[in-house]
């Protein structure tokens, strides 16, 4: 089978933004925080994403401003580049190729034309089989050439051994010294001297806890060094220089590792953040003072100062980096996709088109694919979580939407180690008012083994009674009907005792399928009745799905023997059945096709099919590593018009799904990617039409003023960007020029023709007439100006009357 090589897979949102500390500019305008294979540039005030650098091909991990221009970043990327960016107008200015994977990059002031680099080492090994890969600190040679791409630069080893986080090495005052820590080694190097010096701490402390460095931070106008620790302390180092006589003041406030430190730009306080979600501000010289900040929502990974210290930044483990103005208050919060275990089904909302997944801990998170960014989280627990290791927390491992999107049902369980599990059962309702959804019914213990599939029958047209099925581990399946405000049980039914693991309802909602082990059973749902059971396939059931359109009467199904069945419904026998071990099958919503994503070799593969014909539409090998438990397929806001039939799949909706990494993916078309290419790199012409007054632009744009006036400022492009093209088109072409002055030569020989008869008239006209009817004569150059505004078009006014 041939692969089809104008569709590929990318990543689409829902990247780490916490991966590594973000930058704030010098003016506290704008965030940038390395994002996949990408940089994003926030505005600090309205949270939204400014534009995307994009240029590097492998996962970026450092950004960092250049000292010398405030208005240019460096970027670092594990495919061995370092680029230089104007993140203002987003334009790569400069690439600088290394060769080899990037894990870190730092820069100073005084060491102008240099950027430092942890790059990769060397693997040593430890053990008959086992290596350990080595980082170093390199300095890194910018040349001053012209070209964009720079080749074969000068590297000059620094430092040998050290680790490849960013949190582990900081310049010192002056950039006179580098300081680095790895295990519990304290290693610094002076530039001038050329010369290093290694500080060791012991295993563990007087507790019994670890001494071990997590990260370090160095203070700007002292001699002065603070590393943070695995036991919550801080050490304040001096005196470095001289071996023999160093010295350390400890600090003690987090009861867990110290994640971040950093200083203030005038080195007057010192930051620092853990696992405690709290933010604390340490008086330099008066450290027994402390400020706080609590309850930051979730672990601290990273803290960062804006240059000019009005702001405070935090990064935090549930992928989201608050703003904080001056350790006072919380202004912004940029909320990414929060990554975790995600036990309920990826789901898109039918009303507001957001993917629904677990999010923080008791949380459902409601994430725009449009936006890439995070809607809302809905609180389904309704409890105080509470960080305590070995703690059995309440976790949402079901949920399901109903087809209006009116409806939502939750299961939440908590597994005691000597107890029975807990369990429950939640229906929501959407709010028009709060425009969220509202706790309609709790039922305590549903069931009374876990819970394993759950599914709302689709709205019918007769208007029935809105009914929820929930299939247990005990053998059972219920059936939920609303009455009125509650919901209550109307059916539990069973098959020989065996455990039911999936269930689903036609697209007309007039059967159900339940899945008993080997066993299909279809049941009608209007009276309950078990109507038939197919043929028993080798192995439990795994996923059952019924097909839609002109292939409703098919129903498909995946067992653990690694087979796909396909069973005609009229004829109530097996149609086709293939060898695959299938992970995941789902079904098109608005079309008739299905995905399945196979296991092969480590690594999955996609087939789409219609169940009608065993022959796949189109298939992809090697679509990501791993297996593939979590997709979805979204509907598109506008249809796809493709002419390639392995594209037409992609039409209607648009197929997404989480890698092992937790990386959410998609698949794009060529034309699909050139068109979003096209759009981010095209100036809309209609900006400068109110501007210019320009027959053609307002003849193909006759809503310009509406567009424009209705168009929100934070989408647009920078000023900077469009002040250019803006000039430009204030500009006269030399075609212009030449057709005016033919227009006046001709205004001036038709004055000419007019001016005898002129003269006649007034020599006729009597003497007092002719000093009332007497009136200031226009200049040339008026007469022309007045000619030209009676051709001037005039539509752009009952445009802007309009709006």
């Not at 964009?148 to 950039?175: C, H, M, T, Y």
Request: aromatic share 8%.
């Amino acid at each position: 089978m041939v692969e089809h090589a104008n569709i590929r897979v990318v990543h689409r949102g829902g990247s780490k933004i916490n991966f590594r500390a973000p930058v704030i500019t010098s003016d506290s305008k704008f965030l940038l925080c390395a994002s996949g294979e990408c940089v994003k540039v926030y505005s600090t005030t309205t949270e939204e994403c400014v534009h995307e650098l994009r240029g590097h091909t492998d996962l970026v991990t450092g950004v960092l401003l250049k000292p010398s221009n405030h208005l240019q970043v460096y970027s670092c990327s594990t495919d061995g580049t370092v680029k230089l960016w104007d993140f203002a107008d987003g334009i790569l200015m400069k690439s600088y190729f290394v060769g080899q994977p990037i894990h870190a990059i730092y820069a100073s002031g005084h060491h102008e034309g240099v950027v430092f680099i942890v790059a990769s080492g060397m693997n040593v090994c430890v053990c008959v089989c086992f290596f350990v890969e080595l980082f170093q600190l390199v300095a890194l040679h910018l040349p001053q050439s012209g070209d964009q791409l720079a080749e074969g630069l000068e590297l000059s080893a620094v430092l040998p051994d050290v680790k490849a986080s960013p949190e582990s090495i900081a310049f010192g005052r002056g950039g006179e010294y580098i300081a680095s820590v790895k295990g519990l080694c304290l290693v610094v190097f002076f530039f001038r001297k050329q010369k290093t010096f290694s500080f060791y701490l012991k295993q563990n402390s007087g507790n019994g806890r670890k001494n071990t460095f997590t990260c370090i931070a160095c203070h700007p106008k002292d001699d002065v060094i603070s590393t943070g620790h695995e036991d919550g302390k801080i050490r304040l180092w001096r005196n470095f220089n001289h071996k023999k006589e160093y010295t350390y003041l400890t600090l003690h406030w987090h009861h867990n590792a110290v994640s971040s430190l950093c200083f203030t730009p005038e080195g007057t306080n010192l930051l620092s953040g853990g696992v405690e979600s709290v933010l604390v501000q340490w008086k330099y010289g008066q450290e027994s003072q402390r400020d706080f900040l609590p309850r930051l929502g979730a672990t601290i990974t990273h803290v960062t100062v804006s240059p000019d210290g009005a702001l405070f930044c935090t990064s935090h483990a549930d992928n989201k980096i608050t703003i904080i103005k001056s350790c006072v208050k919380v202004s912004a919060v940029i909320q990414g996709l929060v990554k975790g275990d995600v036990t309920t089904d990826l789901m898109v909302d039918p009303r507001s088109k957001a993917l629904v997944l677990n999010g923080k801990p008791g949380h459902l998170q409601f994430y725009s694919l449009q936006r890439d960014k995070l809607l809302f989280n809905l609180d389904i627990v309704q409890q105080e979580y509470i960080h305590e290791l070995g703690l059995q927390q309440v976790e949402v491992v079901k949920a399901a939407f109903d087809s209006s999107g009116e409806r939502l049902a939750t299961v939440e369980e908590r597994k005691p180690k000597a107890a029975e599990l807990e369990l429950s059962l939640k229906l929501w309702t959407f709010d028009q008012q709060t425009q969220s959804f509202v706790l309609d019914t709790t039922i305590s213990a549903p069931h009374e083994g876990g819970i394993t599939a759950m599914c709302f029958a689709p709205a019918a047209v007769d208007h029935r009674t809105a009914t929820l099925v929930s299939a247990s581990k005990d053998g059972h399946f219920k059936a939920w009907q609303q009455t009125g405000p509650s919901w209550e049980c109307d059916f539990v039914g069973s098959y020989h005792s065996l455990a039911p693991q999936c269930c689903c309802f036609s697209a007309d909602g007039s059967l159900l399928a339940i899945g008993f082990q080997e066993v299909v059973t279809l049941w009608s749902p209007a009276t309950w009745e078990l109507l038939t059971t197919l043929s028993q396939p080798p192995g439990d059931i795994r996923n059952l799905c019924f097909g839609r359109l002109s292939c409703s009467k098919y129903l498909m199904g995946t067992t653990v023997k690694n087979l796909l069945c396909c069973w005609n419904l009229l004829t109530c026998s097996l149609e086709w059945s293939t060898s695959m071990d299938v992970s995941l099958l789902l079904s098109d919503p608005l079309s008739e096709n299905m995905a399945a994503f196979c296991t092969l070799d480590g690594c999955t593969d996609l087939f789409v099919f219609k169940p009608c014909e065993p022959r796949p539409l189109f298939c992809q090998k090697a679509v990501c590593p791993g297996t593939v438990t979590r997709a979805v397929f979204s509907p598109r806001d506008s249809l796809q018009e493709s002419c390639d039939e392995s594209c037409q799949w992609l039409n209607r909706s648009q197929l997404y799904f989480l890698s092992q990494h937790m990386d959410l993916m998609t698949f794009i078309t060529q034309a699909e990617e050139k068109q979003l290419m096209a759009s981010n790199k095209q100036v809309p012409s209609f900006l400068f039409c109110l501007f210019t007054l320009s027959n053609r632009c307002i003849d193909h744009h006759p809503d310009t003023s509406a567009r424009l006036l209705q168009t929100p400022a934070h989408v647009l492009p920078a000023a900077t960007f469009l002040c250019s093209m803006f000039v430009q088109s204030l500009l006269i072409s030399v075609e212009e020029m030449e057709s005016e002055k033919e227009e006046e030569d001709s205004f001036d020989e038709e004055e000419d023709e007019k001016t005898g008869v002129v003269r006649a008239k007034w020599a006729s006209m009597e003497a007092g007439e002719a000093a009332e009817a007497a009136a200031p004569a226009m200049t040339r150059t008026q007469a022309r100006e007045l000619r030209r505004v009676k051709k001037m078009e005039r539509g752009w006014l009952s445009g802007l009357l309009d709006c």
